[in-house]
C-alpha cells in the first residue's frame, strides 16, 4: 500500500509539514509504504491553460508542454494508493504552492465525449482516498470557518482522479495556550490514527 504526503508549505519542518509526516508515520506503522515530496522543494511553474495535455486522451497522462519537477510527480502521483495533501491557508485559501500544483494535476484528466466535467484517466477501479491537513494561526473556533476554501478546493481536484476525501486534519497555532503543533497531542495522535486508518481501513 503506497502512501504519498504532499506538502504545500515553504517552511520545511513547521505545522503543515510536521502533521502531514505525523499521518505518514501512521501509514507506515500499519505496514504503508509512504512517500513525502516537499513542493517548495520543487521547480513547478504555473498552468499556462494551452490544453496541449488535452489532445490525446488515450495515455495515462496528457503531454504537457511545460518542462519541470511536474512531469515526475505526475507520473508517481498516479501510481499511488492514497494522499495526504497539506496546505496552509493564506488569505482564506489554500497557497500558491498548492493551487499551482492542483492545476498542474489536469493531465490526469480527460473530458467526456458529451458535456460535462472533466474525470480521472484511471479506469483501474481501485478505491483511493486521501487525508486533508490545513494548518493555519487562527484559534480552533474559527478554524472550520477558516479552512473550509481550502478543504474544498483540494477535494475537488482530488474526485476528479477519481480520489475521496476519508478525513481532514485541523491544525491551529492561534490556541492561547497550546500555540505550537508540538503542544497539541490530540492533534498529532488524530493525524498519526487517520495514518493508519488510511492504511488498514
Not at 499521518?23 to 513542493?39: C, M, S
Not at 488569505?91 to 466535467?117: C, I, Q, S, W
Not at 508540538?182 to 498519526?192: I, P, S, W
Request: charged content about 30%.
Amino acid at each position: 500500500m503506497k502512501v504519498l504526503g504532499i506538502v504545500g508549505s515553504p517552511h520545511k519542518d513547521g505545522t503543515t509539514d510536521m502533521l502531514v509526516s505525523e499521518v505518514l508515520r501512521g501509514a507506515r506503522d500499519a505496514g504503508g509504504e509512504t512517500q513525502k515530496i516537499n513542493l517548495s522543494e520543487k521547480n513547478i511553474e504555473y498552468c499556462r491553460g494551452d490544453r496541449e495535455c488535452m489532445k490525446d486522451v488515450t495515455i495515462p497522462i496528457g503531454k504537457c508542454v511545460i518542462k519541470d519537477d511536474m512531469k515526475e510527480i505526475l507520473e508517481t502521483f498516479r501510481t499511488i494508493d492514497h494522499y495526504v495533501m497539506g496546505t496552509p491557508v493564506y488569505m482564506m485559501h489554500v497557497n500558491a504552492l498548492m493551487k499551482t500544483f492542483l492545476e498542474r494535476l489536469y493531465p490526469l484528466v480527460r473530458y467526456p465525449d458529451e458535456p460535462g466535467p472533466p474525470y480521472s484517466r484511471r479506469d483501474d477501479g481501485k478505491v483511493k482516498n486521501a487525508i486533508l491537513v490545513v494548518t493555519m494561526g487562527a484559534p480552533k473556533e474559527w478554524a472550520e470557518a477558516i479552512a473550509e476554501n481550502a478543504k474544498s478546493a483540494m477535494e475537488v481536484v482530488l474526485n476528479l482522479e477519481g480520489v475521496m476525501v476519508a478525513d481532514t486534519i485541523l491544525g491551529c497555532q492561534g490556541d492561547p495556550v497550546a500555540r505550537t503543533i508540538q503542544d497539541q497531542k490530540e492533534t498529532l495522535q488524530k493525524a498519526y490514527e487517520a495514518g493508519v486508518k488510511l492504511v488498514k481501513g
